[in-house]
Each structure stands twice: as structure tokens, then as C-alpha cells.
């Protein structure tokens, strides 16, 4: 398991981390600004129950890591349109700076977990990084019992592939018994439908043996009645 000097002086590690910013609701309640998506300086230190300038500093050291998870600085104009579209021009949304201003740091949900992988002395950040570590010690824990279930199913089907192959001559010899016994219906309806046939030219002959019957029966009729007259 990696440990918590590790993530702090190890950019690659914290970029392993940076996108699960749950760690962040799981600790503390971020507030964001009225956008719903940035923090503020003021925001960010408040969050980490440290000084703005403690921030700030963390932001001059690392700004370009920082700005890679989402951090800007919106200035002039780009200023001006932030304001009018997310912040009260009446009153400020965090009490903490004023509405004249040259530049306004911003920060992502991604830019503040940045920050709680590099802050030192917050017993927030720490609890954070914490999170962290121990869910994804929880979640090595998972993956090797996925493996070790994966092993055990591995070795079940290489007993079943054992089984088939012994099956197999088995099942060649029941099959070729199948086709003998096919072979050998094959022929027995060829002998009933040959008995059938003869049936019925045998039913013939007896339907015209009946008719001549009868007419032989008619013509004694006929040659006793001669005789009485």
C-alpha cells in the first residue's frame, strides 16, 4: 500500500488519484460557488480550515499541475462575464472577497483534490488522503480475491476440460451406436411400409373375390327358380 509521503511528493501517484473527487463529500462538505462547478480561493481554504495565503502558496508551487485538473484565473473580460452569469453582483456569494477585483482563482472539484494530495499541515487534507489510500487498499484487497475467485474457476474448468476429453470416445461410441440403430429403423419401416403395400393389394383381391361371390350366388338363385317353373 502506498503511503501518505508518497502521495504527497509523488506527482504520478496523485494523478493515479485526481478523479475520484468523492473523496472530497466523503470528508467535508465542499461548497461551491453559484455555478455548481468552481471553488474559490476562499472557498478552497475554507474547506481545508487553512489561511488563504496558505493556498495561494500551494497554488504558486504547482500551478501548472493544478491548472492541468481545472484550475484558471479568470481576468478583464472573462471576469466580467463570470460574474454577471454566476455570481450576485449585490452581494458577495462567499463573504470573503470583495466584488471589485483584477483576477479570481478558480478551482474544479479535480484542482481541490489536487490540493489535498499536496497539503501538508490540514488535518482535512490528511483525513482526505487517507480516503484515499485505504480505498484503493480496499480495492487491491478486491482485486486479488477476483483473482484468486478467477484461479479457482480457471482450475474448475481445466477439470472440466479433463472430463470432456475422457467423455469423448465414450460419446464417438454412443453416437456411432445411434447411427446403427438409425440404420436399423431405417429398414424396419422399409419392411412395413412393404407389408403395408401388400396388405392393401391383399384387400384388393378380397374386395373383387366378395363381388365374384355375389355373382355366382345371383346366378344359383336365378337357375333354381328356372327349375321351379
Excluded at 3 to 22: C, F, Y
Excluded at 179 to 195: E, I, P, Y
Aim: with cysteine.
Amino acid at each position: 500500500m502506498p503511503s501518505e509521503i508518497a502521495l504527497l511528493e509523488s506527482r504520478a501517484m496523485r494523478v493515479e488519484h485526481v478523479g475520484r473527487v468523492e473523496a472530497l463529500d466523503k470528508v467535508k462538505a465542499l461548497r461551491l460557488l453559484p455555478d455548481s462547478i468552481h471553488v474559490s480561493t476562499e472557498g478552497v481554504a475554507r474547506y481545508f480550515e487553512v489561511s488563504t495565503e496558505v493556498i495561494k502558496k500551494v497554488t504558486q508551487r504547482h500551478r501548472d499541475e493544478l491548472t492541468e485538473n481545472g484550475m484558471r484565473v479568470a481576468k478583464g473580460s472573462d471576469l466580467g462575464k463570470y460574474q454577471r452569469d454566476s455570481l450576485s453582483l449585490s452581494s458577495e456569494s462567499e463573504g470573503s472577497y470583495p466584488q471589485r477585483r483584477s483576477s479570481l482563482t478558480l478551482f474544479t472539484r479535480r484542482a481541490v483534490l489536487n490540493v489535498a494530495m499536496l497539503l501538508r499541515d490540514s488535518d482535512i487534507a490528511r483525513r482526505v488522503r487517507t480516503y484515499l489510500l485505504d480505498a484503493e487498499e480496499g480495492r487491491r484487497e478486491g482485486y486479488a480475491s477476483l483473482d484468486r475467485r478467477v484461479t479457482k474457476l480457471e482450475q474448475c474448468l481445466a477439470g472440466v476440460g479433463t472430463a470432456l476429453q475422457e467423455l469423448g470416445p465414450v460419446l464417438e461410441r454412443m453416437s456411432q451406436r445411434l447411427d446403427s440403430l438409425d440404420q436399423r429403423l431405417d429398414a424396419t419401416n422399409r419392411v412395413v411400409a412393404a407389408m403395408s403395400n401388400r396388405l392393401c393389394e391383399l384387400s384388393d383381391g378380397m374386395v373383387r373375390m366378395d363381388a365374384r361371390m355375389d355373382d355366382f350366388a345371383r346366378q344359383l338363385r336365378d337357375l333354381r327358380r328356372r327349375r321351379r317353373r
